[in-house]
């Protein structure tokens, strides 16, 4: 069978740090023959620094070279470029979060089903090795049906200050659907995909609109800063669990951390590392995993979006699976902009 011709498009951080360094791994299996970005320079550069035979400035206009491509642009362009696509008969990888609404959203799973093409979104940490033993452990019954999850997305003092990530218009918010989104596509992903019945939410940025903060991750602008920084919730499922829910970029805690842990009627699990805990007779029996070191979830996702293309293989994640993810997102924004909360009487 002969290599997937593969397009990238929005040629910035994230196409030259993860996916055409990945892509050209897999030579034997995809050829990356096309690149395209608004900034035709940036493109150009790209394509003389990895050998990418075509450069076009109108992503359209690169559809006849290609089988599929990878959407890496700012998030307000996911849902159209991904449409798009489909329609001229190209199989998607789309970067995260699949789109801004919900809305955007039901269009993308309709062009794809329309077409029978393949749609993916890049939410690369169910390919980490240590959520693929959460998750096999838990289809094995190591939790039983679960009750609690507890999902931590903590950066200490790390605004990314550089490119669009603080720019409302094109991401549709800031930590929570640029950070805290892994994590709770990862929770969903374990849990089965539960149907969410109720969301809380709050969201914060008062942090990083102040003047004079520490920033690790380059210089932001106070006054202009309009996205969240540091994000709550509490979410409810049919299936009467109950998920705990922070992100952020800014916190001031310790130091970073992941945390997305599992509890369940007949044991518990946590992540990051991976950990087992379970009771035997009247013991406490905890399995641990040392941390992982050397993993490459970014090749585990191109292989299996280029085997799901190639019919080889079942998307790892599916796009109404990723939907869910900026339902909650938004429900989440809606709930912390609302005038109505659950109020106590006084
Ligand atoms: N999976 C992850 O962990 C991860 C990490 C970083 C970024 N991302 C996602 O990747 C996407 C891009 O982020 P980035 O950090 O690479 O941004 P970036 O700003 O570095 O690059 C985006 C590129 O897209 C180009 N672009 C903008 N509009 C375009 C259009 N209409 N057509 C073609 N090109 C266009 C820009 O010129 C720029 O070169 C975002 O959706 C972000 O959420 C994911």
């Known amino acids: 069978m002969s290599n997937l011709r593969m397009g990238i498009i929005g040629v910035g951080g994230i196409a030259q740090g993860r996916h055409i360094p990945v892509f050209m791994e897999l030579k034997d299996r995809v050829a990356i023959t096309a690149v395209s970005d608004i900034n035709i320079t940036r493109a150009q550069e790209a394509a003389d620094k990895f050998g990418i035979p075509k450069v076009y400035q109108d992503y359209r206009n690169m559809f006849q070279d290609v089988d599929a491509v990878t959407i890496c642009t700012p998030n307000k362009f996911h849902a159209e470029i991904t449409v798009e696509a489909l329609e001229a008969g190209v199989h998607v990888l789309c ?31 169910r390919h980490m090795k240590q959520a693929q033993a959460a998750k096999k452990a838990i289809l094995t019954g190591a939790v039983g049906d679960p009750l609690v999850v507890r999902v931590q997305a903590l950066r200490r003092r790390k605004v990314p200050g550089w490119g669009v990530f603080t720019n409302k218009e094109l991401q549709g918010g800031g930590s929570l659907i640029d950070y805290g989104c892994h994590l709770l596509d990862l929770a969903l992903w374990l849990l089965g995909d539960p149907e969410p019945v109720q969301v809380l939410g709050r969201t914060y940025n008062r942090l990083s609109k102040t003047p004079g903060q520490i920033n690790e991750w380059g210089p932001i602008d106070h006054e202009s800063f309009d996205v969240d920084d540091h994000v709550t919730s509490y979410i409810t499922f049919k299936n009467g669990v109950s998920l705990l829910f922070e992100c952020s970029w800014a916190a001031n805690i310790k130091e970073d951390s992941e945390h997305l842990s599992i509890s369940g009627v007949d044991g518990g699990i946590s992540v990051f ?71 106590l009487p006084n």
Request: proline share 6%.
């Open 95 to 125: 970067e995260k979060p699949m789109a801004i609404t919900v809305e955007e959203c039901e269009k993308m799973i309709a062009a794809s089903e329309k077409t029978n093409k393949v749609l993916s979104i890049a939410y690369h940490y």
């Open 273 to 343: 590392p991976f950990e087992h805990y379970q009771t035997s007779k009247e013991l406490f029996m905890n399995t641990e995993a040392p941390p992982v070191v050397g993993d490459e979830p970014g090749l585990h996702q191109a292989e299996n979006f280029i085997d799901a293309c190639m019919g080889q293989a079942e998307l790892t994640v599916k796009p109404r699976e990723a939907m869910k993810v900026t339902k909650i997102m938004e429900m989440i924004y809606k709930s912390s902009d609302s005038e109505e909360r659950t109020l």
